[in-house]
T-cell receptor, first 112, second 114 residues
Framework: GENVEQHPSTLSVQEGDSAVIKCTYS??????FPWYKQELGKRPQLIID?????GEKKDQRIAVTLNKTAKHFSLHITETQPEDSAVYFC???????????FGAGTTVTVRA | DAGITQSPRHKVTETGTPVTLRCHQT?????MYWYRQDPGHGLRLIHY???????DKGEVSDGYSVSRSKTEDFLLTLESATSSQTSVYFC?????????????FGPGTRLTVL
């Protein structure tokens, strides 16, 4: 089955700086890659996703990039703010499979 | 919140007792999932359902069973709870939107097995 690895496990950034989280996947047939944000004590929330026919997608201060050849994808947060502090999870799945495989998560702390 | 509720939200139980967690959705989604979340492991799939009475195992299904007798309810049962099953359990549904396989999560159930 699919194996998703996520790095780093923790990330501390100064407010206003950028944060980058990287994930690799093992199944070359995977073509859907969502990112979730989970605040303390809350449910994971879908914040952005990308499909394999797209190399990059942006939504305000967040962007995702995908390199299918290398089987890795990344989340970029620019101009970080205190409310960006959370745990972020990447995931991967195939189009004909409704199951997601998740990375272990990255705890992002934005220092004021 | 995609109309997903979970009950109970918190439960403390003793080793060896049976426990049932309920996930309820109001929007008739076909796919439903149970995950557990533990530090350092992210979200791991326990079981999922693709319709009434249609269920399948995930990666950490040992010690768990599920049932889905109605579209709106997906039950997770721990037949004999163990301390290793202390975790936060999330239910999710899958919605076909602009990109498919979009999963949305319920509020979670914190289970402590003493």
């Amino acid at each position: 089955g699919e194996n998703v690895e996520q790095h780093p496990s923790t990330l501390s950034v100064q407010e206003g700086d950028s944060a980058v989280i990287k994930c690799t996947y093992s199944d070359s047939a995977s073509n859907y890659f969502p990112w979730y944000k989970q605040e303390l004590g809350k449910r994971p929330q879908l914040i952005i996703d990308i499909r394999s026919n797209v190399g990059e997608k942006k939504d305000q201060r967040i962007a995702v990039t995908l390199n299918k050849t290398a089987k890795h994808f990344s989340l970029h947060i620019t101009e970080t703010q205190p409310e960006d502090s959370a745990v972020y999870f990447c995931a991967a799945s195939r189009s004909n499979d409704y199951k997601l495989s998740f990375g272990a998560g990255t705890t992002v702390t934005v220092r004021a | 919140d995609a109309g997903i509720t979970q009950s109970p939200r918190h439960k403390v139980t003793e080793t060896g007792t049976p426990v049932t967690l309920r996930c309820h959705q109001t929007e008739n989604h076909r796919y439903m999932y149970w995950y557990r979340q533990d530090p350092g492991h992210g979200l791991r799939l326990i079981h999922y359902s693709y319709g009434v009475k249609d269920t399948d195992k995930g990666e950490v299904s040992d010690g768990y069973s599920v049932s889905r007798s109605k579209t709106e309810d997906f039950l997770l049962t721990l037949e004999s709870a163990t301390s290793s099953q202390t975790s936060v359990y999330f239910c999710a549904i899958s919605v076909r939107g602009q990109t498919y396989n979009e999963q949305f999560f319920g509020p979670g159930t914190r289970l402590t097995v003493l």
